[in-house]
């Protein structure tokens, strides 16, 4: 019997795969994750985009059968899933692997908790459709990265349709074959530019990643096949949406090494390789004597994925989000980086406008992903330089449990379900023990 293809192995890795069977510490995992990513979602709850997005699959929408997080609303299963998806991932505070840039828990938690909810499946089904995705969607991303994101494809859009395939996948209990298949099909369905970021058109593309996922394993349980090798194949998805691939990235250590478990959750409501600026920044602002009004200049140092993501003008608060300019003049300047620093009122702020004027960026390929160099030149001749090569919340420096709870706390406030928070966070931890989503769905309605 010939080997298996990278699609045909992740396939066969999907369906035999046990909850049970999982290390303990995966499984909590899934939970942080999980929380991470709820709570991202309850911050947005009345953000225009959130409620315009439930506006159009309200009315795209069929039987109501799935909760839509923070809204006291029930959609579709797959209107349901794009939703949550687009709230959990709106303000660029969700969880991020970091050698793919993947945000894995925005297009396959959503559809984890709508299937479950539809189908009366336990908890532990849904956490564990939830880590088989978000791997599924790492290693897809592996075998792609970097060439994929630098040609201008959103890895979290891309990947994350094939993660929330296998998701689905799992959770209408196909077979490895079927499972192959539904990922396959994904391969037909996976879209995104990074081009789109500083728009709303990029969360149509997570927020589709999560749907057009659900409708791949709809189809293989209908018994739609795919090419043996959609993924890696001649012709397949890899080859046409990067340079050069490496399929074998896909199934080495399969089941062994898991990447999902390198998941990491950020502090900051930004772009995961600008919170080393951040950080570098407030460790110098600490320092005795050196205040704002000291600088001249600043000169942030890092790797090409920094630089590319960026080195832009800030115009809007998603322009905020992805720019070194105004993480650093936060981080020197108010001395803090929370979910307010980056919306529209601190883009608008004169005093922050001017200090971004001031900053500069170079590149410095001896530096890792992920980490920065700051240099400050002082007005009275002096520098001041910090180095930051594991921010907190990296791998590294992972957040606590605690603290993750506390961002979950912040994010329930800024949605107005501070009163629920409590009730919420204990659902989650408890839900590997629960025999279905539905006390948890109830508390996020």
Known sequence: MPDPTATEALGRFVAASRWEELPPALRHEAKRALLNHIGCALGVARDPAVRGALRVMRGLGGRVEATVFGQGARLDV???????????????????????????????????????????????????????????????????????????????????????????????????????????????????????????????????????????????????????????????????????????????????????ARNTYKPYPAGIVFHAVIDACLELRARPGLVPEAIDSVTVAGDALLLARGDRPVRNARDARVSIHHAAALGLLRGRASVAEFEAAAVEDPALAAFRARVRAVRDETLPRGAARVTLRLLDGRSAEATVLTPRGSEARPLSDAELEAKFRENAALGGFADRAAAQIAAIWALDAAPDVAGLMALLA
Request: glycine content about 12%; overall charge negative; some cysteine.
């Open 78 to 260: 797959m209107g349901a899933a794009f939703v949550n998806a687009v709230a959990g991932n709106l303000l660029d505070y969700d969880d991020t692997h970091l050698d793919t840039v993947i945000h894995p828990a925005a297009p396959v938690a959503p559809p984890a908790l709508a299937l479950a909810e539809q189908r009366g499946l336990s908890g532990a089904a849904a956490l564990h459709a939830l880590l088989l995705g978000g791997e599924v969607a790492c290693r897809i991303g592996l075998a792609v990265s970097p060439g994929h994101y630098d040609r201008g494809w959103h890895i979290t859009s891309t990947c994350g349709t094939f993660g929330a395939a296998a998701t689905a996948a799992k959770l209408l209990g196909l077979d490895a074959a079927q499972v192959a298949a539904a990922i396959g099909i994904a391969s037909s369905e996976a879209a995104g530019t990074v081009e789109n970021l500083p728009t709303a058109a990029k969360n149509v593309g997570v927020g589709n990643a999560a749907r057009q996922g659900i409708l791949a394993a709809l189809f293989a349980a209908e018994g739609w096949e795919a090419a043996a090798q959609a993924i890696e194949g001649r012709l397949g998805w890899a080859r046409a949406a990067g340079d050069a691939a490496d399929p074998a990235a896909i199934a080495a250590g399969l089941g062994e090494r898991w990447e999902i």
